[in-house]
């Protein structure tokens, strides 16, 4: 989704911590469940109880840069099979 | 609290002219790397309790710099995986009223809305929409323990 507005055909921001996060995610202890995870690049940041906290804690350490922040699905449980995909959302 | 009486209700919908800027974490971060803190800018939303998110026109949050926190992947009839950035953004009622939520930036349907405010949202207060008397208003009374919303 987004906008013919300007932006050309640049890769849309956040590409590698989707990539991390999608990768990361059927390693991550189970735990985690329902945490908020902080990535940016190639690393995970933090991990934090809410999102407002993963949110402030993005720009308190990174500054006014994109940062991902997402939920660890509740219910994660280990597994050695691949996510089916990323993290989704129904249309708004 | 928002309240709005327009008598063309009916035909335009519960539509109320708020400023959206960035939040105050994002201030805070432009302010400590001597970035410019861009001025909330006027914009009119559209209150719409058929909409789970709260959206953002993706124009608006270029404008303001925003900065992404977030992107999700959906599905729609002609497409797959069409990536839409989250933003966290600060919404002012008034002049001394404020609230701050993660929203996602899309296109909208109607060129002069910039946001539209959903049930994310509306989970803040109580929403009263009275029809013959072509008005409605929205109190966000008292907030209690949302993590990613927070009255101001």
Partial sequence: MGEQDGSGDAEPPLNEECALFRRLLPTLDPTMSGQFVLVKGEGIVGVFATEEEAIRQGFDRLGAVPFLVRQVPPGLRRSNSPPASDARSGPP | MI????????ETGPIVTIRVGVSEYAESA???GNRAVPEAVPARALIDTGSGRSLLRERLARTLALTPVGRVEFDTPGSTDVPALEYYARFWVDRSTSFESKVLAAPLPSGNLEAVIGRDILALGVLRY???????????????????????
């Avoid at chain 2, 309240?3 to 009916?10: A, G, K, R």
Wanted: charged fraction near 35%.
């Fill in chain 2, 30 to 32: 432009l302010r400590r």
């Fill in chain 2, 130 to 152: 009275d029809g013959p008397g072509r008005k409605f208003s929205f109190d966000f009374g008292p907030v209690a323990g949302r993590p990613d919303s927070d009255l101001r």
């Fill in chain 2, 3 to 10: 309240s709005v009486e327009n008598p063309e209700l009916l």
